[in-house]
């Protein structure tokens, strides 16, 4: 049964930064791309990045791009997200998916607050 829990949300300032913990069970993680999806309240989800088997190839959406890090530990079976830059605009539910279209099982979230 897969099993990811994501830690690491919390409060941060405009401009601030955050580092995103996705740890998984259940299956074997080296074998699955992963990606993190956010959603802010009252809106629909939003794929924020996606990360290849070995971590070789990433993908990110244009509003994050250059301010947020994605990348694996696969010995330790864990999925990271290091957010640079958080805007006031951003504060949400972060989850993990074990896919990289954001579609697939995920995790109950870690909320992120971005508040002066």
């Known amino acids: 049964q897969v099993q990811l829990v994501e830690s690491g949300g919390g409060m941060v300032q405009p401009g601030g930064a955050r580092r995103l913990s996705c740890a998984a ?3 074997t993680f080296s074998n699955f791309m992963m990606s993190w999806v956010r959603q802010a309240p009252g809106k629909g989800p939003e794929w924020v990045s ?3 088997l070995s971590g070789t190839n990433i993908y990110y959406a ?3 791009k250059g301010r947020f890090t994605i990348f694996r530990d696969n010995a330790k079976n864990t999925l990271y997200l290091q ?3 958080l805007k006031p605009e951003e504060p949400a ?3 993990c998916v074990s896919d990289f279209a ?5 995790g109950q979230g870690t909320q992120v607050t971005v508040s002066s």
């Not at 954001?102 to 995920?106: D, E, H, I, V």
Request: cysteine-free; charged content about 15%.
């Open 25 to 27: 069970s259940g299956f």
């Open 50 to 52: 996606g990360i290849s």
């Open 62 to 64: 244009d509003s994050v």
């Open 83 to 85: 957010m640079n830059s």
């Open 93 to 95: 539910l972060y989850y």
């Open 102 to 106: 954001g579609r697939g099982p995920r």
